[in-house]
């Protein structure tokens, strides 16, 4: 992937466009200035801003009916995400969780694992795409996310993603795109709209021995305007933004058949509030 490639797919995204592949010197947390990582991961982090930047180019559009509704609610004390004893959702609509409590648990719950599926390896995928957004998804928004994730995932950008037209990678590679969310904040709650952050990070690449984009890590933080529909929390939008992210450690990084197996063998979770 040349520069050039990836201006033009961070212009999707605004601000996604920008990639976290510094360490920063004196304070972390500061404004010090920053020196480039020793790691090398310039092209690696690239692919993931490529990624999570066709992400919020499918979220373009006008959800104003969403937000005027959510505005209007209480707007609840946020606290940190803590575990509250309550049991996860019983039930699955394929192979996402579902029947989700109407309560702000509930949403944060609903929040956190809809945000496992739309950064996934799945979600590249056309066979399944389309089980994902009518799964994840309020009705009316449906028909036009389907055509935006469409374009988003054009041939050319899986292509630039070292996949195939169908999201599949070469013969002895492994793509990688798992997310783990950290914690969840409420920010607007009403029994029929939430608003809810998603702090994440995740796993995103090609495992394989002569991969050009080798498995890396990032951090960011999903928000999803969700409503009550047919009985469960169901996404109207979202968007994301980078961070927070952690200063990098010194982990030995695994080698390209560690993480397809770990990849393969691992699965994921149900994520409860």
Known sequence: MNPGDEQAYSDYGGDTGHTRTRLPEGDPYGGAPRRSSSRGLVT???????????????????????????????????????????RPVQSKTGTIPSGFART?????????????????????????????????????????????????????????????????????????SRTAPIGTKVTVYTDTAATVEVWCTGVFGTAGADSTNPVTSDWFTLTLQLRWSDSDWKVDSFS??????????????????????????????????
């Open 104 to 176: 702000e648990e509930g949403a944060q719950s609903a929040a956190a694992n809809y945000a496992t599926e739309l950064v996934s390896a799945d979600i590249i995928k056309p066979t399944l795409r389309a089980d994902i957004i009518k799964q994840v998804f309020v009705v009316n928004q449906q028909a036009a996310l389907t055509d935006k994730f469409n374009r988003a995932y054009s041939k050319q950008f899986l292509s630039n993603l070292g996949l195939d037209a169908n999201g599949n990678a070469p013969a002895g590679h492994t793509y990688v």
């Open 44 to 86: 690696v982090v690239g692919v993931v801003v490529l990624l999570i930047a066709a992400i919020a180019f499918a979220n373009r559009g006008d959800h104003s009916s969403t937000t005027d509704s959510t505005t209007k609610g209480s707007q609840p004390q946020t606290s940190p995400t803590a575990p509250t004893g309550t």
């Open 240 to 273: 994301q933004k980078d961070g927070p992210a952690p200063v990098p450690g010194d982990d030995r990084a695994s080698n390209a058949d560690e993480m397809a197996k770990a990849v393969e063998e691992y699965g994921g979770f149900t994520y409860a509030r």
